[in-house]
T-cell receptor, first 114, second 110 residues
Framework: EAQVTQNPRYLITVTGKKLTVTCSQNMNHEYMSWYRQDPGLGLRQIYYSMNVEVTDKGDVPEGYKVSRKEKRNFPLILESPSPNQTSLYFC?????????????FGPGTRLTVL | GDSVTQMEGPVTLSEEAFLTINCTYTATGYPSLFWYVQYPGEGLQLLLKATKADDKGSNKGFEATYRKETTSFHLEKGSVQVSDSAVYFCALDRDDKIIFGKGTRLHILP
């Protein structure tokens, strides 16, 4: 089944404890992206990647890191999480730019930082 | 900067009612426009899109027309069902990124 998977689905952590949220897609997509969803703010893009080893900042990249060493994986890293990073996170992928190709979303990761 | 404004929810309708969710945009140039839908507990799915002025996107009974003169892309459906209950996001493209509106929650009562 073609899909985007994220792990974990739920995570509660404490301020300053490094964490990684994994994202993997099995559709051979070149474009991958991370978004955060907050009440009243909609979805905002954190980082995106046009291809392996190519990453770019989205609209809210502060406090996050990403890497794209393999085509299928695009992990989101929070080196020192803070409470304002409590949010619902979505990974997404598409064949190329989502302007042209449909973007497929993962199920989401709900992160709480205490 | 480029942005999307959509009507605040929640919107509550009875089954078989007519639906309109308003969306207007601000952008330089002529962006592509999108509607995404998020069902409870799931990620977003592309519902429809339009790439140029006067284009009409349609899917699952939903329609939206790209109106350059009013910078609008309103979502409509003639007869909603309980299964249409979801959050709907209007969006536009800027470079290689999608800019989303804040979302409109729709409740359909049986």
């Amino acid at each position: 089944e073609a899909q985007v998977t994220q792990n974990p689905r739920y995570l509660i952590t404490v301020t300053g404890k490094k964490l990684t949220v994994t994202c993997s897609q099995n559709m051979n997509h070149e474009y991958m992206s991370w978004y955060r969803q907050d009440p009243g703010l909609g979805l905002r893009q954190i980082y995106y990647s046009m291809n392996v080893e190519v990453t770019d900042k989205g609209d809210v990249p502060e406090g996050y890191k990403v890497s794209r060493k393999e085509k299928r994986n695009f992990p989101l890293i929070l080196e020192s999480p803070s409470p304002n990073q409590t949010s619902l996170y979505f990974c997404a992928s598409s064949f190329s730019t989502p302007v042209v190709n449909e973007q497929f979303f993962g199920p989401g990761t709900r992160l709480t930082v205490l | 900067g480029d942005s999307v404004t959509q009507m605040e929810g929640p919107v509550t309708l009875s089954e078989e009612a007519f639906l309109t969710i308003n969306c207007t945009y601000t952008a330089t140039g002529y962006p592509s426009l999108f509607w995404y839908v998020q069902y409870p507990g799931e990620g977003l799915q592309l519902l429809l899109k339009a790439t140029k002025a006067d284009d009409k996107g349609s899917n699952k009974g939903f329609e939206a027309t790209y109106r350059k003169e009013t910078t609008s892309f309103h979502l409509e459906k003639g007869s909603v069902q309980v299964s249409d209950s979801a959050v709907y996001f209007c969006a536009l493209d800027r470079d290689d990124k999608i800019i989303f509106g804040k979302g409109t929650r729709l409740h359909i009562l049986p």
